[in-house]
Antibody, heavy 119, light 107 residues
């Protein structure tokens, strides 16, 4: 059973770069046809898809964040990462990593990590 | 972007009730519609995929229907553990988008 676990700083200063890592266990991120995804949820609000990276390394980002987002794979560590630059308070949210299939469905999720943007 | 609109935004019901949540897409999305349940402090959990397919391990009291622009999630007989927030999500095209959520509360 594949499991995902987010890690990274819980507090980021405005204008800085948010960096999160998702560690995957129980399966290799280099195998299969999966979309390794990031999704976020501000407190008390709905879900927003940030983007994903395919097993091949190709990426797709939400246009609303595209200029600030980079998602990458680290096959050697079986991890994938999210970088979001120039953060503001509006980027404060719980960030989830998830594994998606061809149909765009997320069956496996991390437990989520809260990132607060504040000075 | 495809806009997803759920109704109602909140719903009060009792154990044993049958409830239906509706999700409408701003354009046709075929059956690329999925339903998730989220409990406080937890990640969303997939219930229904491709509009009407029950995810493995999900109780059969959950069902989904619809195609095109109009979809429904039905819980045939509410159990105490079903009180949660429910989201629909489209994967017809990126950016993938979610409905705003339906908060199902105990009456």
């Amino acid at each position: 059973q594949v499991q995902l676990q987010e890690s990274g700083p819980g507090l980021v200063k405005p204008s800085q770069t948010l960096t999160l890592t998702c560690s995957v266990s129980g399966g290799s991120i280099s195998r299969g046809s999966y979309y390794w995804s990031w999704i976020r949820q501000p407190a008390g609000k709905g879900l927003e898809w940030i983007g994903h990276i395919y097993t091949s390394g190709s990426t797709n980002y939400n246009p609303s964040l595209k200029s600030r987002v980079t998602i990458s794979l680290d096959m050697s560590k079986n991890q994938f990462s999210l970088k979001l630059t120039s953060v503001t308070a509006a980027d404060t949210a719980v960030y989830y990593c998830a594994r998606g299939g061809d149909s765009g469905v997320w069956r496996q999720w991390g437990q989520g990590t809260l990132v607060t943007v504040s000075s | 972007d495809i806009q997803m609109t759920q109704s109602p935004s909140s719903l009060s019901a009792s154990v044993g009730d049958r409830v239906t949540i509706t999700c409408r897409a701003s354009q046709s999305i075929s059956i690329y519609l999925h339903w998730y349940q989220q409990k406080p402090g937890k990640a969303p959990n997939l219930l229904i995929y491709a509009a009407s397919s029950l995810q493995s391990g999900v109780p059969s009291r959950f069902s989904g229907s619809g195609s095109g622009t109009d979809f429904t999630l039905t819980v045939s007989s509410l159990q105490p553990e079903d009180f949660a927030t429910y989201y629909c999500q489209q994967s017809y095209s990126t950016p993938y988008t979610f409905g705003q959520g339906t908060n199902l509360e105990i009456k």
